[in-house]
């Protein structure tokens, strides 16, 4: 496994740099585009590095490897990359190749065989041509496609490994030991990309082998199709998230742009860097749950799976309510019908997604009281009476208004009303449960734990928009100008919230706020700390080379007229509310969108 890994690493990084001497000197470089993130000339055709050295490993493995049937169609993949990098071949010839290349995998390797053989070749298909477009589309910061592929390509090597399945995991290994090799190039700032030969043919090589792997090894069909999905499970993410977003604001999904999750996250506040960390972490942690199929039970597995999606899924959510278009765009007709007749849209969210908070609840629950396994005669009496759990819970929610909230703006009352109508549903689910049966089968300490399991996912989903938007409120707004807030009123606080909003389409870096009162008692208004009295003004601005001021106390107090006063002395601006700033920012440029 190691020698494997070394072997594809070494010949890769060994490689890389007389690719980029070579690339530079036939003028085969990308150079910086508006709908692009990189800033200079950047080298092209790292892929061949990250081929040649995979081939190299798999050649070491001997006659396994070499007679697989993912080497021929992954070279093709290769050779398709290639000549689009130089060609720019149009997107429906390039998918007619990829559909070529992963029907030769089909009909001579791995297919999904657990569906009826009409469906699994197409679908097996559709998986392969789909991740290999994933992984080409998630090749849009520097280091973000190698280093997910590289985690994505160990994790899967590990479950083969546990599954005792050795060639695949040493062809997972070699492939992980490319992009690592190359990601020492690629990391930002990237002196090299990898282009089209290097994404498809990581993509189509990581669908080839989650799909052989865990075909021959995994125990049953939930493993089958979790283990790869979770493995792949950021490329899934990101390639959704920009179609989707795509579609609804009238673009083509193909078009390029920065409108990926890595570049909404920088938009938020994160560094580049920052963001394709949070990726590398998010593979990790998805691909630790690939793993844990081989150790933990079935239930236990899938109840960590619906937990990380969802999660998943609210990042992604909020990801998506980023502006990110700059020009507007003219959104089909069938979008708008779509979202202007579908009354109550996000109530009907909110009701699904409590829905399977109560399966995840209940299972949790028993989960818990019986250590991870639940006995068969306990496990029939609990599904035949989860419909009546679904009922009482939905209902006790809807009875305490919880489905009124605006989760946008959510605070204490919502959470107390998903409280409040947590307990009401399990006081119902209980009373019918022990009228219709008296309780036989049914564990009453689980009961227990299930309404506390509910109560702190209901809680959590209802504030999970608040707790992404103080996440990313606390990191300085991107390419914004610096404001100090002078007096730490009641205003203040309003003026942080609006100002710090990382969804706001105008945005300010709050350095800190001057107040004569608190100035030495090291404190902090909403997180932004309180760095000196006003007479500090003078000092600060010229440090931090701030913008405007913005008056955080009542514009008739004692405070107010000291602050306007100092301003004045200083030169710089100072705004009596945040409307005549931002009125004054359209003309003079002063608050920036932070993305």
């Not at 908070?357 to 818990?368: E, F, M, R």
């Not at 009453?444 to 608040?466: E, G, N, P, Y």
Request: proline share 4%.
């Amino acid at each position: 496994m190691l020698a494997t890994f070394l072997i594809s690493f070494l010949v890769t990084a060994l490689l890389t740099p007389a690719i980029i001497a070579g690339a530079h000197r036939l003028g085969w470089v990308a150079r910086p585009r508006e709908d692009r993130w990189h800033q200079k000339p950047t080298a092209l055709m790292g892929g061949v590095a990250i081929f040649l050295g995979t081939l190299a490993a798999w050649a070491a493995l001997g006659e396994h490897a070499l007679r697989s049937p993912l080497l021929i169609p992954a070279a093709g993949i290769f050779v398709l990359g290639v000549v689009d990098d130089r060609v720019h071949l149009r997107p429906y010839i390039k998918l007619i190749g990829q559909v070529a290349a992963a029907a030769f995998l089909v009909l001579n390797g791995p297919v999904i065989r657990s569906l009826p053989p009409y469906l699994a070749l197409p679908v097996t298909v559709f998986w392969i041509v789909g991740i290999t477009n994933a992984v080409n589309l998630l090749d849009n910061m520097d280091g973000l496609a190698a280093g997910v592929s590289g985690i994505s390509a160990l994790a899967m090597g590990a479950f083969c490994l546990g599954r005792g399945d050795h060639s695949t995991a040493r062809m997972a290994c070699a492939l992980a030991g490319g992009a690592a090799g190359f990601l020492i190039y690629n990391f930002n700032p990237a002196r090299i990309f990898m282009g089209d030969c290097g994404s498809m043919f990581l993509g189509f090589s990581l669908a080839g082998l989650a799909l052989d792997g865990t075909q021959r090894t995994a125990p049953n069909l939930v493993l089958t199709l979790l283990v790869p999905v979770a493995v792949l499970a950021i490329p899934i993410f990101d390639t959704t998230l920009v179609s989707v977003s795509r579609v609804l604001n009238g673009r083509s999904v193909s078009q390029g742009g920065r409108d990926h999750s890595s570049h909404r996250l920088v938009a938020l506040g994160l560094s580049e860097r920052g963001a394709v960390l949070v990726f590398y972490a998010l593979t990790a942690l998805f691909g630790g749950l690939a793993l844990a199929a081989t150790h933990v039970s079935l239930p236990v597995v899938s109840l960590l799976a619906v937990l990380l999606v969802l999660g998943l899924l609210a990042l992604g959510l909020y990801l998506g309510i980023l502006k990110v278009y700059k020009e507007a765009s003219e959104v089909p007709a069938h979008v708008r019908v779509i979202g202007g007749s579908l009354r109550y849209k996000k109530q009907m969210l909110q009701v699904c997604l409590d829905l399977v908070l109560v399966v995840v609840s209940i299972t949790g629950a028993y989960l818990l009281r019986f250590e991870g396994e639940i006995p068969v005669e306990i496990r029939t009496t609990l599904v035949a009476s989860l419909p009546l759990l679904l009922v009482a819970k939905l209902l006790g929610l809807a009875i305490s208004r919880a489905y009124r909230g605006v989760w946008r703006y959510a605070g204490m009352i919502d959470a107390l009303t998903a409280i409040s109508g947590s307990t009401l549903g399990s006081l119902l689910a209980v009373a019918a449960l022990g009228a219709l049966t008296g309780f036989h089968g049914l564990s009453k300490a689980a009961l227990i734990t299930d309404w506390l399991l509910f109560t702190a996912l209901a809680v959590t989903v209802r504030m999970w928009f608040i707790a992404l938007r103080e996440v990313f409120g606390s990191l300085p707004a991107r390419n914004a100008p610096k404001v100090l807030i002078l007096g730490a009123g009641a205003e203040a606080l309003s003026l942080i919230q609006r100002l710090r909003d990382p969804i706001a389409v105008q945005r300010a870096d709050v350095i800190g706020i001057l107040d004569d009162g608190l100035a030495f008692e090291r404190r902090s208004v909403n997180g932004v700390p309180i760095l000196g009295p006003v007479s500090a003004l003078s000092r600060l601005v010229e440090q931090h080379e701030i913008a405007c001021c913005l008056l955080g106390v009542h514009s008739r107090s004692d405070a107010a007229q000291r602050a306007i006063s100092a301003c004045t002395e200083v030169g710089v601006s100072i705004y009596q509310d945040l409307d005549t700033l931002l009125l004054a920012a359209s003309d003079e440029g002063l608050v920036t969108a932070g993305h």
